[in-house]
């Protein structure tokens, strides 16, 4: 996600200092024109303002507050921006921290997948500093369709897992049809498209019912990522004591698939888990 969306930075004209643990997925950064720095201290020091995508809340902390991470080269006049996916409580984590150093804070998740990211089309859901946002506004509007600004930090993660929880289950029951309509001796294909035409059509499933009936999930979103993101949106209906067992069902599909070696599949590959002899 991290590629696709500093790409259309440097090709709109911004200047833009890239990092990555692995850097030869800088390579092609650099060849359109962007700087390197060898750390995230480099990066953070060298610019106004820095966008973090890691993985998950454990990669966002190191590479935000580890050794020569991103909050040793902030300082005041400076802004850091985590559009990674990631818990509430890590996000205050990191917005402490990077605070502590007189700097400003803006958590800023996106929904949106490879291709939206591709083409400029994500949706990002922020909160933090409101003078940061109105900053980077001009840049997310490179890299987005729509903004959301969502008041105090924790809430644009909240928002992010939430939306993430429904299209997790979503993707389960779905799979469920799938396989059910198949079972009965329906085509799956004519399913795809019965449901495309009613209330309850979204893109997602024209999007990825075709290759799902093929068995192929080439990845957009890799399953690892949805299987963490149910389990933080969990977690945060655990805080507040809100029953989800529809999701927490989900979950558990999502674990299986990823038991069967399909963590770096798409999301999609959820319908393995629900076969009797999985493929991976
Ligand atoms: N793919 C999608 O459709 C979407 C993903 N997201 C979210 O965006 C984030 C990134 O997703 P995506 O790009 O798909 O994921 P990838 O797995 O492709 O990329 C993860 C990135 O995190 C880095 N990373 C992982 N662990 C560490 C670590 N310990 N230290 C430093 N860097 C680390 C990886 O570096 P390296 O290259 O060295 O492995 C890589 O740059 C996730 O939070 C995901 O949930 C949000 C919306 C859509
Ligand atoms: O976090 C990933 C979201 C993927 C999507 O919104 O299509």
């Known amino acids: 996600m991290g590629s696709p969306m500093a790409l259309n930075l440097i090709k709109t004209g911004c200047d833009v200092t890239v990092w990555n643990r692995t850097k030869s997925k800088c390579d092609p950064l650099i060849s359109m024109g962007a700087k390197y720095k060898p750390s995230p201290e480099e990066v953070t020091a060298a610019c106004d303002v820095t966008f973090?995508?890691?993985?998950?809340?454990?990669?966002?902390?190191?590479?935000?507050?580890?050794?020569?991470?991103?909050?040793?080269?902030?300082?005041?006049?400076?802004?850091?921006?985590?559009?990674?996916?990631?818990?509430?409580?890590?996000?205050?984590?990191?917005?402490?921290?990077?605070k502590a150093s007189g700097a400003s804070f803006l958590e800023a998740p996106v929904s949106g997948s490879k291709k939206p990211a591709e083409d400029g089309q994500l949706i990002f859901l922020t909160a933090g500093d409101k003078s940061l946002y109105e900053t980077v506004t001009p840049f997310l509007d490179i890299m987005?369709?729509?903004?959301?600004?969502?008041?105090?930090?924790?809430?644009?993660?909240?928002?992010?897992?939430?939306?993430?929880?429904?299209?997790?289950?979503?993707?389960?029951?779905?799979?469920?049809g799938l396989l059910l309509s198949e079972k009965v001796g329906l085509d799956p294909n004519v399913l795809v498209e019965v449901v495309s035409k009613g209330a309850i059509s979204a893109p997602m499933y024209a999007l990825k019912g075709p290759s799902m009936v093929k068995s192929l999930y080439p990845t957009a979103f890799p399953l690892k990522h949805q299987q963490k993101d149910m389990r933080l949106a969990l977690g945060l209906a655990e805080s507040v004591s809100q029953p989800t067992p529809i999701s927490a069902a989900a979950n558990e599909l999502y674990k299986v698939a990823k038991s069967h070696g399909l963590s770096d599949s798409d999301f999609s590959a959820v319908i393995e888990a629900l076969k009797g002899k999985v493929q991976s």
Do not use: Q, W
């Open 144 to 176: 987005g369709k729509s903004r959301f600004y969502l008041g105090e930090v924790g809430n644009g993660a909240a928002m992010k897992l939430i939306v993430n929880m429904i299209m997790g289950s979503m993707m389960a029951t779905f799979s469920e």
């Open 52 to 98: 973090a995508m890691l993985a998950d809340p454990e990669s966002a902390m190191e590479v935000a507050c580890g050794k020569h991470g991103a909050v040793s080269g902030m300082g005041p006049g400076k802004g850091y921006v985590d559009v990674s996916t990631v818990d509430g409580g890590t996000s205050k984590l990191i917005s402490g921290h990077i």
